[in-house]
């Protein structure tokens, strides 16, 4: 019922900004609360942030606070995160997840639909 297709993943240098895309394709006259996630090599995936239907409410993880801001455009079904401030540590595959729902949650088990990922390498 949906699929997602995240884009803007590359190759860049520490203290480089990037902005990933998801465009979503979903049920017509829905809402959907949305998220970014990662994962490492070897690593668990990990929350990055989420943003409710509206975009009153984000919610971002302690690592990426300060640095990334989640967005969404309803109008383009269409979701962002600009990463400012690039580190190494940030070098990993970012996935978009979606749910019909109207709450935000740091839970990968609670979106249940996700994308391919795009892969984000920041090198030092």
């Known amino acids: 019922q949906v699929q997602l297709v995240e884009s803007g993943g590359g190759l860049v240098q520490a203290g480089d900004s990037l902005r990933l895309s998801c465009a979503a394709s979903?049920?017509?006259?829905?809402?959907?609360?949305m998220g970014w996630f990662r994962q490492a090599p070897g690593k668990e995936r990990e929350f990055v942030a989420t943003i409710n239907w509206s975009g009153s409410i984000t919610r971002y993880a302690d690592s990426v606070k300060g640095r990334f801001t989640i967005s969404r455009d309803n109008a383009k079904n269409t979701l962002y995160l600009q990463m400012n401030s690039l580190k190494p540590e940030d070098t990993a595959v970012y996935y978009c997840a979606a749910d019909y729902r109207s709450y935000t949650s740091a839970s990968y088990s609670a979106y249940n639909y996700w994308g391919q990922g795009t892969q984000v390498t920041v090198s030092s």
């Open positions: 979903v049920r017509t006259s829905s809402t959907y609360v």
